[in-house]
């Protein structure tokens, strides 16, 4: 008797550590070996955006937008279960040597608007080269 006793509390303990998890979601990102120039770094910098997004990531979130940006903070997405699955299909819509605008193909989990949709990105480029993003639509 005791022994199922305590099989059975282990199986219990077992079963409520794996409910407590958070599981992680796989992310496939742009891909970027196909890009040259501005166009890779930009797509780079979408792709750092999304795992920093997916991760809820406080420090790291703010670092890909400008400092001007109004979309900079994480804490807009706090207690949303929102996480991009998919980022696919970037169509570069206007270049210019200091901006540019991408609309990227985005699938999600756990959405309230929906599982796929076409974000637009603003970026602009930094006075050391880097591109951040100034805004999203």
Request: glycine share 6%; with cysteine.
């Amino acid at each position: 008797m005791k022994t199922t006793s305590l099989l059975g509390m282990l199986v219990l303990i077992v079963f409520l550590a794996a409910c407590g998890q958070e599981k992680k979601v796989e992310t496939s990102y742009l891909e970027v070996k196909a890009y040259q120039g501005d166009r890779q770094e930009v797509l780079k910098v979408i792709n750092k955006r999304v795992q920093y997004f997916n991760n809820r990531d406080e420090e790291q979130y703010p670092a890909v937008f400008t400092s001007s940006s109004s979309q900079n903070n994480i804490d807009a997405y706090k207690g949303d279960d929102t996480q991009i699955t998919v980022l696919k299909n970037p169509k570069f819509l206007n270049e210019s040597k200091d901006q540019i605008a991408v609309t990227v193909r985005e699938e999600y989990k756990d959405s309230p608007y929906g599982s796929v949709g076409d974000t637009v990105y603003y970026l602009f480029k930094q006075d050391d080269g880097s591109w951040l993003i100034n805004g999203l639509d």
